[in-house]
């Protein structure tokens, strides 16, 4: 069964940065495009990043442009976020996705809080 795993969540100071991993299984990772989500308390899940199956393409919201990067390792099945000069707006639990076969597939997500 497809199961996506996240990790790499914490606490950080305003400037600081974290990155996301997200460890998928139970299908052609390889084949499909992957995203991150995130949704902050009181507000709808939004789209952070996403990039295509081979990683020749991304995109960003505009919220987090220049300052998130989304990369995938398909040898190891694992995506990424690498996130720089982290904000409190970007407080949020984080989530990993895929879409294959037109269902939505999510992690458990993981908890990114930026605080002083």
């Known amino acids: 069964q497809v199961q996506l795993v996240e990790s790499g969540g914490g606490l950080v100071q305003p400037g600081g940065s974290l990155r996301l991993s997200c460890a998928a299984s139970?299908?052609?990772?390889?084949?499909?495009?992957m995203s991150w989500y995130r949704q902050a308390p009181g507000k709808e899940r939004e789209l952070v990043a996403g990039?295509?199956?081979?990683?020749?393409?991304?995109n960003y919201a505009d919220s987090i442009k220049g300052r998130f990067t989304i990369s995938r390792d398909n040898a190891k099945n694992t995506v990424y976020l690498q996130m720089n000069s982290l904000k409190p707006e970007d407080t949020a639990v984080y989530f990993c996705?895929?879409?294959?076969?037109?269902?939505?597939?999510w992690g458990q997500g993981t908890q990114v809080t930026v605080s002083s």
């Open positions: 996705n895929a879409r294959i076969l037109g269902r939505a597939y």
């Open positions: 139970g299908f052609i990772f390889s084949s499909y495009a």
């Open positions: 990039i295509t199956s081979l990683g020749g393409s991304t």
